[in-house]
């Protein structure tokens, strides 16, 4: 079997339209690609999620993608019923029996009821189909199971016994219920069928089949589903979500156990993927999953180029990097600067409902030109204590911001513009229809995107969740970076530092750009030019933390001992990027944990941190890709530049002119220091003279 790239998983419905605003017993489509799930698709109507699914597959094998796509209803009925109802026991058949006699129309109505009342008369005494919404509709459907017997078929398939589903295909209404979803989900797979490419397990080889129908049951993940169920969450949409999550993480070693280990019966009654598989369902939908790791090659540069030009190797990071965090939930106290691990849609529109924007008199607007005089009802609506009664035509109402308009009341006129008596308001026009007021949701609407997945989250990030209902996130475990220094020359500061000997620079500021960055810093020391000493540190480090960033011994000098150990890993790739300041840095994954080997010259470990690092650290701590931010500015410098590399220059902003630190020296701390950004130099030649536009980027763009 091959694997399949996509999962689609359905939650159909046998309903009427549904309303416009995304809620529940409306049809939703969960779509995952490689253990990450989309948003769900959220239809009105059948034939509305229909023609999506086509399209979906038609643009998937356009792709070159293979999809599963499951569906929340039994593809089959216990054995025996079909031949009741053909003559065959092809289950294919049956549905193209049931296509043909189903109606489904515009708004959701249709004549599942006559359709299974025809089936039921098709059995010698009681049918085995029941349940009605009236009891005295369709006399050939019984309104309860009592005195159905059940033995020519039985009421449940073997796959519902092994699944633990509670609802029988025969069972019309009455929750929990899926014998309607049967008849007016099949007509729509026996359509979706006849697509070039379409199978449908397990009734057809579905081993290459560029898409396979497949039924599923959301049951299967229900406590997933629980969990994430949270704060009035739509419950079909997370049930969709979780299961196409869980389905696409599963290996092809687990997934075709499941779609061939079948007994004979599946053959005509169909079988639910993935029963008697709940537990690992379970644990593959739910957000401690741990992250696929990365590729091997996620920093390897394109061979042959000397010196890979700075934007070549960030789109390189950009491509391979996936995050490398697990998930967890937090209520919004704790998830300042923390990263959404999915998106996140408003619970409630804001404002919720119509409000004013004024203290004033609220009435309703139509014409208002010229002098004007309203009575006022008694009694006054303010925030958070609406005013329950009706304001009549041609009244007024005291009303002060933030109120919620009273019934009859679409237009607040300011307190300021009026004269009162208390008894009633006087006032002159033009007042516009609905001035003063805010709209329900004229901010954001209920059920609408609050934030994307990958954001960081902002101190205003936090208001506008709250304001839209939302008081827990799904959010990133901290990425964790160890730094290590490297070298025989240093020693800590504090200590007596003898001939030859340096202290620590670059340790103390790693350590605390990670602090800035949001991450969790984990101090792994000094180490001596030891490569026994180094690797045991390397090991601990890639146990500890999620990323190691080292500084020392990069290049492939005697004593580059970081570059020699991963060159002896096999994980060795040695970054020679055109950008000054910079040496070679060494890249590479220890035992799976990427390292970043920064130059042992603290201004280039700084500029290599924040240009190549960061950026890189933020995807894999599940940021979205992020540029630092700069502006152009006159410089107060003159500076010739050769081509072929780009130029970072320690710089800061004096009356609105870019001024570089008076050495480019590489050693020159005090540089850093003195500094409040970059210059950024563009790879090609340049002359500069003052005045002339420069690029600046402040560190704060940088996440510092
Ligand atoms: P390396 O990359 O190991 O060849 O080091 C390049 C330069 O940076 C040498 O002059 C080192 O002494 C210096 N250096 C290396 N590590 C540090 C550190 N942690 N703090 C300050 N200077 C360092
Ligand atoms: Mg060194």
């Known amino acids: 079997m091959r694997r399949f790239d996509t999962v689609l998983i359905a939650d159909w419905s046998a309903g009427k339209r549904a309303p416009a605003k995304p809620s529940k017993d409306a049809i939703w489509l969960g779509v995952a690609r490689e253990g990450v799930a989309y948003d769900p698709v959220y239809c009105r109507s059948r034939a509305e999620a229909e023609a999506w699914i086509a399209g979906f597959f038609r643009e998937e094998m356009a792709a070159g993608r293979r999809v599963l796509a499951g569906f929340d209803f039994p593809f089959g009925y216990p054995s025996g019923f079909a031949r009741r109802i053909t003559g065959s026991d092809d289950p294919l058949t049956l549905w193209s029996w049931i296509a043909e006699r189903i109606e489904d129309r515009e708004d959701g109505s249709n004549n599942r009821y006559d359709v299974a009342q025809a089936m039921n008369a098709l059995f010698d005494g009681l049918g085995p189909f029941w349940g009605k919404p009236k009891e005295d509709g369709w006399p050939g459907i019984p309104y309860r199971k009592s005195g159905i017997a059940y033995e020519e078929v039985s009421e449940r398939r073997a796959c519902d016994l092994v699944a633990g589903a509670s609802s029988s295909c025969f069972q019309l209404a009455f929750p929990p219920t899926v014998g309607g979803q049967i008849l007016m989900g099949l007509p729509t797979l026996w359509r979706l069928r006849q697509m070039d490419g379409v199978a449908v397990w397990p009734f057809e080889d579905c081993a290459d089949a560029p898409v396979a129908l497949a039924e599923i049951w959301p049951g299967l993940v229900e406590p997933a589903v629980k969990a994430a169920t949270v704060d009035g969450a739509i419950r079909d949409r997370e049930q969709v979500r979780l299961l196409s999550r869980a389905v696409s993480r599963l290996s092809l070693d687990e997934l075709v156990p499941m779609m061939t280990d079948l007994p004979d019966a599946a053959r005509e009654e169909a079988w639910i993927l993935g029963a008697g598989h709940k537990d690992r369902l379970v644990e593959l939908a739910g957000d401690a999953l741990a992250p696929p790791p990365l590729r091997n090659d996620c920093f390897a540069l394109p061979a042959g180029v000397d010196w890979t030009p700075v934007d070549d ?54 014409k208002v030109e010229g002098a004007h005089r309203l009575p006022l009802v008694k009694g006054r609506a303010a925030a958070g204590v609406p005013f329950e009664g009706i304001v009549p035509e041609g009244h007024a109402i005291r009303i002060l ?9 679409d237009t607040v006129i300011l307190e300021e513009d009026v004269a009162t008596d208390g008894q009633a308001i006087a006032f002159r026009g033009p007042l516009k229809q609905g001035a003063n007021t805010r709209k329900a949701g004229e901010d954001v609407r209920e059920g609408d995107l609050a934030l994307p997945a ?5 101190p205003a990030d936090l208001a506008l969740l709250s304001a839209v209902g939302v008081a827990k996130v799904a959010v990133r475990k901290r990425l964790r970076v160890a730094v290590i220094s490297t070298g025989d020359e240093l020693v800590e500061p504090g200590q007596d530092a003898g001939p030859g000997q340096i202290f620590d620079a670059n340790r103390p500021m790693l350590l605390s750009m990670m602090a800035r960055f949001g991450f969790e810093a984990v101090d792994m020391g000094r180490v001596a030019d030891d490569r026994a000493v180094l690797r045991s540190t390397m090991d601990a480090a890639a146990d500890r933390a999620d990323v190691i960033l080292t500084s020392g011994g990069a290049s492939a000098g005697d004593e580059d001992h970081m570059s020699a150990l991963l060159r002896e ?25 990427p390292v970043f080997g920064l130059p042992g010259n603290p201004v280039a470990a700084m500029v290599c941190t924040l240009v190549f690092a960061r950026p890189a650290m933020a995807l894999l701590s599940g940021q979205d890709w992020s540029a630092p931010q700069g502006f152009d500015l006159p410089a107060a410098f003159e500076k010739r530049k050769k081509p072929g590399r780009r130029e970072y220059l320690r710089a800061r902003v004096r009356e609105g002119r870019a001024e570089v630190f008076k050495s480019e020296g590489s050693g020159r701390i005090s540089g850093l220091s003195w500094a409040e950004g970059l210059v950024e130099i563009g790879d090609g030649a340049r002359h500069i003279r003052p005045g002339d536009p420069v690029r600046f980027i402040p560190f704060g763009s940088f996440g510092l």
């Open 313 to 366: 190797a960030l789109a390189l990071l950009r491509t391979r990097l996936t995050p490398v965090t697990g998930v967890e939930k937090l209520g919004l106290g704790d998830a300042l600067g923390r990263v959404l691990a999915e998106p996140v849609h408003a619970r409630r529109s804001n404002p919720p409902q119509p409000n004013t924007a004024v203290d004033g008199y609220g009435f309703a607007g139509g």
């Open 401 to 409: 911001t933030g109120a919620a308009l009273p019934e009859g009341v």
């Open 454 to 458: 990958g954001r960081v989250l902002t």
């Open 569 to 593: 890993a096999g994980a060795m790739q040695e970054w020679r990027i055109a950008v000054k300041p910079g040496r070679p840095l060494a890249l590479g994954l220890w035992d799976g944990t």
